[in-house]
């Protein structure tokens, strides 16, 4: 058990699987009071008591659901310190542009993106008042590079949370609030499994580009996801805080 968020009340969204759950364990071991948010009721309330969180079944795309999650926090703890905007979807149907169909292209924008717009309107006025606070959105290295097997609208709506934070970041830096956006690289969840179950040639083309040889873990993306939360990162904010294996430095990987 560590104390770099002791006493810190954390929003995470996206909570049960993946990063998420990653991040919940790794908050709560640094002494947080984590708010988890996600549609899956079932996962959530097994979560919650594993951890000693408090969960909030929550659509991220209804604003009035985003709404009552951070109030609950606030209401419950006292304080929204953190928000790690983190649900996402990247769904088989998003694909080449050539394929894509309007409503896959608008359901991955409205999750990935519009959701993170809402989290971020809904923590802000919080913080705002408590003069401090730190929201961390979950981008992806496909913000900052292209990628010829294409998910359109995933890569779109990542580029859009990048965009959000950098200029929340800057608006809101001298009330001391901090907005950085996280650029995970392809991370071993049960998304990724899903996705390249499907397409194992997709996989190996995409993991042939990763310098360190590997897809991430989850607890080394909750690493990050902590070190952004804390005040150990007192100095960055509107940033693209990259987590790739060197992904986007490389132009030759290492045999």
């Not at 294409?150 to 890569?155: A, E, G, L, P």
């Not at 779109?156 to 949370?161: D, E, F, M, Q, Y």
């Not at 997709?202 to 607890?219: D, N």
């Not at 904010?237 to 060197?246: H, K, Y």
Request: negative net charge; glycine residues 10%.
């Amino acid at each position: 058990m560590g104390t770099r968020l002791q006493g810190k009340v954390a929003v995470i969204t996206g909570g049960c699987s993946g990063i998420g759950l990653a991040t919940v364990k790794r908050f709560t071991d640094e002494g947080a009071k984590v708010v988890i948010g996600d549609v899956n009721a079932t996962a959530g309330a097994a979560v919650a008591e594993e951890f000693g969180a408090l969960f909030v079944e929550v659509d991220v795309t209804d604003p009035e659901q985003v709404e009552a999650l951070f109030r609950t926090a606030f209401d419950t703890h006292g304080s929204v310190d953190i928000a790690f905007n983190n649900a996402g979807i990247s769904p088989p149907e998003d694909d080449s542009i050539l394929e894509t169909s309007l409503e896959a292209w608008q359901r991955v924008q409205q999750v990935n993106l519009t959701s993170v717009y809402l989290c971020c309107k809904a923590a802000l006025p919080y913080m705002l008042e408590q003069k401090r606070g730190s929201i961390i959105n979950t981008a992806s290295f496909v913000a900052v590079m292209g990628a010829a097997t294409s998910q359109i609208s995933y890569t779109a709506s990542k580029g859009g949370v990048l965009s959000m934070s950098r200029e929340l970041g800057v608006q809101f830096a001298r009330e001391g609030i901090r907005v950085n956006a996280l650029c995970p690289g392809p991370v071993n969840t049960p998304l990724l499994q899903e996705l390249f179950a499907k397409d194992p040639e997709r996989a190996a083309r995409r993991l042939v580009h990763i310098p360190v040889g590997r897809f991430a873990e989850p607890q080394e993306i909750a690493n990050a996801v902590l070190f952004l939360a804390s005040d150990e990162s007192s100095f960055i904010t509107a940033s693209q805080f990259l987590v790739d294996g060197g992904i986007s430095g490389a132009y030759v990987t290492p045999l």
